[in-house]
């Protein structure tokens, strides 16, 4: 199966946006008007879970950010200053870090002892904020952060012109980049039934190493920890474009589950996103409190909650989207037993490829898994 | 040119000395001697500088581990216990990460509450011990941690089986794994010049944009901040087995510096892997002090030392590998001026490519690094 990649370029579209921001500016003062800029709100108060389409969204409040006005003058000023930077990206084809962005727009002011951004702290916001006031990823804007996880599998891709494909990729497998936008990634011929996303690179390459995706005709990713927006933006591209399941293997943990929760559903910090980082199909394939009985797992690897996990252990089991009988089933038991357990945990097994060899194919092949 | 691999398989070599570790201990329990192993010590007193191969190294210094000893037995048991499980791995030619190996051979004592291990931090300390102790490299008992990294350039590798041009990577590149031994990672084809090393990969993913490695004949590799072994190991091999120049650029601060210290000469903590972890030919290339007024970098972009900058760059000026002249120009200069900056702080000047098109050609072709 090819797909054919759906946002091939939306540079255009991207500056039309950025230009219509500044146009809408520039009338505003030459009709003598306090000139504004219209900014979604990003607070709490402004979150909420829509059932339909089972993600974590962003409300209608905006909040208008003016020239005359103190306490709004010099994010005023950093916001144009930002949105002409990311139009300079743009238009060049080129694309810059966070950090970079920063210093390309810091500066002292003429005639005056201030800085336009002091700490990127300032300006780290400010692309948020653009974002969502233009319905923008950041990636579209041109910008990037870490690059975070590998990958692996039955995929060929097109990135910026090279052709990979991910089943030759030995044991390193492709860096995931920051930006996986069609514009730069393209997908070529995949023949994987699924997706496994692993939380953790020491797994992903025990899996790698037994070739779990040769035998089990799937695309192999991971994030190491909490994934970077690349990897999730690929996992939605995965599921959306591509149309395939994707599995989330995690550490049976309150964290473990925050990771599949944000895959899954958004996360509140970012809400504005989710309709296009979210994947609501995602399905939970372990590890569940239940897998210790059911794989008969020695009590003396798991380790007893603390504090701070039974706090949020208790703060997932009240998410609107956690609300399913089988997953109240699932973190009322966690409490109730007071314990974890983290990925490795399976190696105790006799076999150190048991995940490969036994667990996942018996989680995939009697579909046990939450969603 | 085509490198010949050095090191092709070592695993039988290492199998014969992890056998004579356990033969040793037999022998001395068959002649009902107190059992020991004698371990290096590792602490600062047995490290010393060499200053004709110009590297850090563990001195002579070792230290029995007994059996019959309350404060030795446990440590004793731990030690034959991680080495009889890294016996395993390297038997079934399966590798395994440092937590993973912790859990196998976490368990509770029969008839007793005492565990083998309690904690990762009890058995990541013995690996070590093991390492010196065999003079083996922790990737060669078939161990590893975090991949970190990523390398693009004009390399052909043979990872795993899989040939990997990484002439044709994309943007995101080829994930530099934990283990990058001879017998998992080949060196192919190489038309390199010279191998960069980039301190962040944000800095890493411009110059791979801008096609660096490609108008420069080179290797680039970043390691997400201070490096993790493999990117070390595999500059080690860059430069020894393929006989590559190999160029350090970083930020100018004292963190920077010692991350090319590392590097060049190994640290003190893992001074037992200096002869094969180190590069004592590597240069700096990059940011010097000098580069402010050299390359007309603006003030504002310049970050004042903190505490901990003065306290890490005077004990850096006494290193005895930082003796030179031009080395204590440089630092004493960074202390006179109390300025440090980031690899960033190129993005000031008007072409966002800077360091790619003006900066590094300029300092290559004028030979400005400093070693």
Redesign the interface.
């Known amino acids: 199966m090819a797909v054919k990649t759906r946002t091939k370029s939306t540079d255009r579209e991207v500056l039309n946006r950025l230009a219509k921001l500044g146009e809408d500016v520039a009338a505003q003062i030459k009709r003598s008007r306090d000139p504004a800029v219209e900014i979604p709100v990003r607070s709490l108060a402004n979150v909420r879970f829509d059932e339909r389409r089972s993600i974590i969204e962003l409300g209608d409040q905006t909040q208008a950010r003016n020239f005359f006005n103190v306490g709004m003058a010099k994010k005023f000023m950093q916001t144009l200053l930002v949105a002409a930077g990311c139009k300079e990206?743009v238009e060049?084809g080129?694309?810059?870090?966070l950090?970079?962005l920063?210093?390309?727009l810091?500066?002292?002011m003429t005639d005056s002892d201030e800085?336009t951004f002091d700490e990127q702290e300032e300006s780290d916001p400010i692309i948020e904020d653009l974002e969502v006031a233009l319905d923008t990823l950041r990636e579209e804007l041109h910008l990037?952060?870490?690059?975070k996880g590998?990958m692996v599998g039955n995929i060929t891709?097109?990135?910026?012109?090279?052709?990979?494909d991910c089943r030759?990729?030995?044991?390193?497998?492709?860096?995931?980049?920051?930006?996986v936008e069609g514009n730069?990634?393209e997908f070529g011929k995949i023949d994987a039934a699924f997706v496994l996303f692993v939380e953790k690179?020491?797994?992903w390459?025990?899996l790698n190493?037994d070739k779990f995706w040769k035998k089990h005709a799937c695309i192999l990713i991971h994030g190491?920890g909490q994934p970077a927006r690349g990897v999730r933006r690929l996992l939605w591209r995965f599921a959306v474009e591509a149309k395939l399941p994707v599995y989330v293997f995690v550490d049976n943990d309150p964290w473990g589950l925050y990771i599949y929760s944000v895959i899954k559903q958004g996360s509140i910090n970012l809400a504005y996103e989710s309709s296009r980082m979210a994947v609501p199909s995602a399905r939970f394939i372990g590890l569940s409190t239940f897998d210790r009985e059911a794989f008969d797992i020695?009590r003396?690897?798991c380790i007893r909650l603390n504090d701070e996990d039974r706090r949020r252990a208790k703060q997932i089991l009240e998410y609107p989207w956690f609300q399913k009988k089988a997953w109240q089933k699932e973190l009322t038991q966690m409490l109730r037993d007071d314990l974890k357990m983290?990925l490795?945990?399976l190696?105790?097994k006799r076999n150190?490829?048991f995940m490969s060899d036994e667990y996942l194919p018996q989680k995939l092949k009697k579909k046990e898994w939450l969603d």
């Not at 080129?94 to 870090?97: G, I, N, Q, R």
């Not at 891709?157 to 990979?164: A, E, K």
């Open positions: 990206f060049s080129k694309t810059t870090s950090r970079d920063y210093y390309r810091k500066h002292t800085n990037f952060a870490s690059n590998a891709l097109i990135d910026s012109g090279d052709t990979i030759r990729q030995g044991s390193g497998g492709w860096s995931v980049p920051s930006i730069v990634i690179d020491a797994v390459r025990r190493e190491g020695p003396d690897v983290e490795e945990a190696s105790t150190i490829s």
